[in-house]
Structure formats: C-alpha cells, structure tokens
C-alpha cells in the first residue's frame, strides 16, 4: 500500500500540493498517494490524528492551522521555532516532528529560479504575520547588508523584530520615504483582497526586485504598483510553493526532488 501524505487546511479545494507532489513522486520514483483534507476550523487535531490512525506519513499544514501545527508537534526544527509555526508534520510512531519550509522555498526560488543573489542587498520585507516571521530567519542567514520590516502596525512591527535580535529595522510605511531596496517582499494578505499595501514611491531601486507572496492568474496590485515605479524584475509566489514543497518531500522521503519542472509545468496556462 502507498505511503499517505496530504495537504491539511481550510479551505483546502484550491491547494496545488496534490499537483506538486504528485509530480515530484514520479520524478523519484516514490510510491506515495497525497491529497487534500478539509479539517473543521476547530478539529485541526482530531483530523491529524484521524489521518495518523489511517497510517499516514506526514502532512503538509496551511491555513489556519500552521499555529496549532507548531503545538501539536512533539520535535521542533530550529527554522519552526524560530517561525512559531509549522507547515510540515513527519508522523514516526508516537513522534511528530515539525518544520517550516517556507523560508527555505522563498530563499531558493530567489537563489536558483530567480537568479537574486541575497548577500549585500538592502531587503525591505512587508507585513508582521506569520508569513513575515517564517521567512525572516532564512532570509538574515543570507547576510543581506540592510533588513527593514514594515507594517501598518509599527508596534507590531517592532515587536517582531525584537524577537530576532536587532538584526532587522521596523519602520512604519512612511517612515520608508527616505530609502531604497534591491529586494520588496509582500508577505501581507493584501493581494488576496485585491488592494495593495500603502507604499510610498521611491522604494524601488534601479533593478530591484519586487516579490509577492501570493499568487495566481493576474498580476497583483503590489507587482502592478512595482511595475509603475519601476522594478527591475517581477515575481509571485508561485515559485516559493514548488520550493517549500521540495524541501517538505525531502523530509518525508530522503530524497530531493528536481522543482524547475514541476514549476514549469504550473507555470502553463491551463494550471495557472
């Protein structure tokens, strides 16, 4: 019988992981079924633990339940604690060993799909949730020479980035008037509601890179705005999901599957 694995959310209908995860399986030759399960937003454990009955291997963790996620592990990865939260669950008996492999997916899509080289350049990452803080510690192992967190919220802000030792600045979104980045990261949820966040002109520097999070079949207003004010390079978050999925197939099989056809294959109209 094939090793179980699945995506674990609410609403979970639109997840690609199945995709993804299938494609890498026939990549590597791995003998595995992975699909979606909708769990109640108030039974993120009692579904986990159905599924674990089942005897399955592992899950994969997105909304809302990354927090529980990072609860209900028993082993922390230092990238899970560091994030507070957990997108990737590895089940070997009564041990359930927990990571977040966001981080590790943006750092490689910008290294390796997108060629940006991340020592020395000036980051300005926006937003404070928990997409912010997953990527954070990944990104200062980079050595950037500048990281700026920004918020609507400065004091949330400036919470965050206490926590990681002075090594990133918070401003609040007027407060970035007077600088420039090679590389914007929108790790808000604004794209998802159709509004960008209230960035001031001038952000951008020549060539910079602006990087959305999200994505899907239209450009976003965050990459529409880069575009107008001149970004050097575009990117959605399409790539980030491939990578984060190829380090979670990773944990679970021991074996690193190749992303840039499976992000290829996405990348075609009919998947878009």
């Known amino acids: 019988m094939a090793d179980q694995y699945a995506v674990i959310g609410n609403p979970v209908a639109h997840s690609k992981s199945p995709l993804i995860h299938a494609a890498f399986a026939r ?3 791995q003998d595995l079924v992975y699909t979606r399960l909708l769990a109640p937003k108030d039974a993120f454990v ?16 997105t909304l809302p339940f990354k927090g529980e996620a990072f609860r209900y592990a028993t082993v922390l990865s230092a990238g899970a604690r560091a994030a507070q939260a957990v997108n990737t669950l590895k089940f070997d008996g009564n041990t359930v060993f927990g990571d977040n492999t966001d981080g590790a997916g943006l750092v490689n899509d910008l290294l ?5 080289a991340l020592a020395g350049q000036r980051v300005l990452l926006l937003g404070s949730g928990g997409a912010a803080r997953g990527v954070i510690e990944p990104l200062l192992q980079q050595k950037p020479a500048q990281f700026v967190l920004a918020n609507r919220t400065p004091d949330k802000a400036r919470q965050l980035a206490e926590d990681f030792r002075g090594a990133i600045e918070a401003r609040s979104y007027d407060a970035l008037a007077d600088g420039q980045f090679d590389l914007v990261i929108n790790a808000t949820s604004a794209s998802l509601a159709g509004e960008l966040p209230p960035l001031p002109p001038g952000v951008f520097a020549h060539g ?5 999070m999200m ?3 239209n450009e976003t207003p965050f990459l529409a705005f ?4 001149g970004a050097g390079q575009l990117a959605d978050g399409l ?3 491939v990578e984060q999925a190829a380090v979670s197939f990773f944990i679970w099989r021991g074996i690193r599957p190749d992303s840039a056809p499976v992000l290829q294959l996405l990348r075609q109209p009919q998947d878009a």
Request: proline letters at 0%; charged letters at 20%.
């Open 46 to 61: 009692a579904t986990a633990n159905a599924f674990r009955e089942r005897g399955g291997r592992g899950l994969n963790v």
């Open 226 to 229: 880069a575009r107008d004010q």
């Open 27 to 29: 990549q590597t030759g």
């Open 112 to 116: 390796h799909n997108l060629g940006f």
């Open 239 to 241: 790539g980030m999901l």
């Open 208 to 212: 910079a890179l602006a990087y959305d």
């Open 215 to 217: 994505y899907g079949r």
